[in-house]
T-cell receptor, first 115, second 117 residues
Framework: KNQVEQSPQSLIILEGKNCTLQ??????????LRWYKQDTGRGPVSLTI?????NTKSNGRYTATLDADTKQSSLHITASQLSDSASYIC??????????????FGAGTTVTVRA | GAGVSQSPSNKVTEKGKDVELRCDPI?????LYWYRQSLGQGLEFLIY????????KSGLPSDRFSAERTGGSVSTLTIQRTQQEDSAVYLC???????????????FGEGSWLTVV
């Protein structure tokens, strides 16, 4: 079973609207959680990184939240633009000790923004 | 260079041939990862290099896959006797230090798109 589960698998929103993507994880011990944006045919690009003590981080119109107690994170996209159409991937680092470099990837949420 | 550079960007090869994929990490980055991403799938860990430490090869799917990192910089992923199921995007990533608790940004290359026909 994947240690990082994302939902929804895909969503379609109208340009200008907001949306929220979810990420639940079971990776333990936890080090940090990252959100990446991957455009079709491109490599993933980092949006946010949050450590255990951080519960929110923003990058422009992207705002990520983290609840380390419930092991949940969300990525909120405000005032969506056509260029936001991409796959958004949740990545958790953890494992403890010498395994602290291991990355656990979610399957991603595909967002399609329509005019 | 400014980012992680991978080559070739696209490779079509015949089944049974060997291929080499190259990754140039960001200068000074000690940690280097290789991942594989099949169409519509998540990223699959292949191998991890950190400085002069022994690499973590636990993700390599078979003994046809190997990787090396010379001089702590450039890395080459080699696939011998390619099979059709090897068709995927091979992504390389690097970070300044081990990711761990430091929360270093991990930078990905654009990938090498491999098609085995």
């Amino acid at each position: 079973k994947n240690q990082v589960e994302q939902s929804p698998q895909s969503l379609i929103i109208l340009e200008g609207k907001n949306c929220t993507l979810q990420c639940n994880y079971t990776v333990s011990p936890f080090s940090n959680l990252r959100w990446y944006k991957q455009d079709t045919g491109r490599g993933p690009v980092s949006l946010t990184i949050m450590t255990f003590s951080e519960n929110t981080k923003s990058n422009g119109r992207y705002t990520a939240t983290l609840d380390a107690d419930t092991k949940q994170s969300s990525l909120h996209i405000t005032a969506s633009q056509l260029s936001d159409s991409a796959s958004y991937i949740c990545v958790v680092t953890g494992g403890g000790g010498s395994n602290d470099y291991k990355l656990s990837f979610g399957a991603g949420t595909t967002v399609t923004v329509r005019a | 260079g400014a980012g992680v550079s991978q080559s070739p960007s696209n490779k079509v090869t015949e089944k049974g041939k060997d291929v080499e994929l190259r990754c140039d990490p960001i200068s000074g980055h000690t940690a280097l990862y290789w991942y594989r991403q099949s169409l519509g799938q998540g990223l699959e860990f292949l191998i991890y290099f950190q400085g002069n430490s022994a690499p973590d090869k636990s993700g390599l799917p078979s003994d046809r896959f190997s990787a090396e990192r010379t001089g702590g910089s450039v890395s080459t992923l080699t696939i011998q006797r390619t099979q059709q199921e090897d068709s995927a995007v091979y992504l390389c990533a690097s970070s300044l230090r081990p990711t761990g608790r430091s929360g270093n940004t991990i930078y990905f290359g654009e990938g090498s798109w491999l098609t085995v026909v």
